[in-house]
Structures are given as C-alpha cells and as structure tokens.
C-alpha cells in the first residue's frame, strides 16, 4: 500500500525488541494509529529526533494487515520544548495526552487533532497563565463529547442575567441563582470566552485574573469530576 502523508503527535512510546519502538500516533485525517517504529532506538536512526513527545511531526505511515501500521517516515515540525521547563505545565501536558488518548479511541475526529496541538502551544507559551489553559482545555474537551456547560440558562431555565450571583450545582451541572453565590456575571463572560476561543485571545483580556482560580475549578469538575 502507498505510504500515507500526515501531521502526528506521539501519544505514547513502548518499546519493542532490541530497537524498535511502538508508537501510538493521532492524526487529524485518521485519528489514532499504532505505528511500529523499526530501529528508531538506534543511535544513528534519522527518526528519533522526529518522533518526541511534545511535538507535532511530519509523517509518513504505511497502512499494514493488520492494526499497526509502519513508519516510514519523519520529520519535526514543531517542537514545544517549553513545557519541559516547567513541571506544573509538563504534568498537566500528560493530562491533556492522556485524556485526548482516552477520548479518541472512540471517536475519530479532526478536532481532537486541534485540541491537543493548541493545548500544547497553549502549555509551551509562558505569556499564557497555565489557569487559562487548563480550564479551556477542559470546557473544549467537553464540548467535543457533549457534555458542555451550559451557559444561557440556570438550572430551572432561566436565562442567566447581567449583575446576579450564581453557585454552581454539580448534580445537574447548571448555575442555580443565589444571592451570594461564588459565580458572577463575570465568571460567566469568562467561562463563555473559554468555551468559544483559544487560551491566547483570552490571554488579551484585561482583569480576569482574579476570576481564574474558579473558573478553573469549576471547568476541572465538568469531565474530571
């Protein structure tokens, strides 16, 4: 079969024999691929510098019988070394692998593709607080599987409104009026900016600092709660 071109991220390595590696591979056009790697843990091999994780690659992949497929070919088109600088933000980016793994195996999506890269060059810009990064990923990952938070209307259906407090009712994960609830108009303009942007444009937005502890915590309790 002819070799197939395409963007990859690793999502895992293990390794196979004296030196090869098995790779799992996302893709924007086929999802998630296994991949044997042959001879890639040789010092010389032209394609282990290509295949990092942490990085978005240029690959070429031959379609095997069976479910591994074989690289034949690599190349490093983005390298986000940054995050490896930083343990908060390297941890958080296994996270982020770890649960866009979970979520393609079921699913082929291109978006899946985006959602990691953009988490990744989300993580590997320090302009970007990690706060801002974790809560879109986390709202986008929900989005994506259809558990989105709701963000026009309170638990009984009625439109959330300008200068009202909210809390948050994990139950029906929806905003219930309160007088002295936690959620304001504020937190709600901001949850809506991360359900709808990148991490970079709210990066831009003035003031919402103090908002971001929880916004962060609420988006963390949408899947991982």
Do not use: C
């Not at 690289?71 to 933000?89: N, P, Q, S, V």
């Not at 801002?132 to 259809?146: C, D, S």
């Not at 600092?209 to 309790?221: D, F, G, I, K, S």
């Amino acid at each position: 079969m002819k070799p197939i071109r395409t963007k990859a991220i690793v999502l895992r390595r293990t390794n196979y024999g004296e030196a090869d590696r098995i790779l799992q591979l996302l893709t924007p056009e086929h999802g998630k691929v296994s991949v044997m790697a042959k001879g890639v843990r040789r010092e010389k091999s032209k394609l282990a510098g290509a295949v990092e994780l942490f990085a978005v690659s240029d690959v070429s992949l031959t379609p095997g019988k069976g479910e591994i497929w074989t690289l034949t070919g690599a190349k490093m088109d983005t390298f986000f070394a940054h995050i490896m600088t930083d343990y908060e933000r390297m941890q958080f980016a296994y996270e982020v692998i770890k649960q866009v793994s979970r979520s393609a195996e079921q699913v082929s999506d291109p978006a899946y593709f985006t959602l990691l890269t953009t988490a990744l060059m989300s993580l590997n810009d320090p302009v970007v607080a990690l706060d801002i990064t974790v809560a879109w990923f986390w709202l986008q990952l929900a989005i994506l599987e259809g558990q989105g938070l709701n963000l026009a209307t309170d638990v009984n259906g009625m439109k959330l409104v300008e200068d009202k407090n909210y809390a948050f009712d994990p139950e029906t994960m929806a905003f219930v009026f309160e007088e002295n609830g936690e959620f304001t108009t504020e937190h709600i303009k901001l949850l809506r900016l991360l359900s709808a942007q990148s991490p970079q444009v709210a990066t831009k937005v003035k003031g919402i600092t103090p908002l971001l502890a929880p916004v962060r915590y609420l988006a963390e309790r949408v899947i991982a709660g």
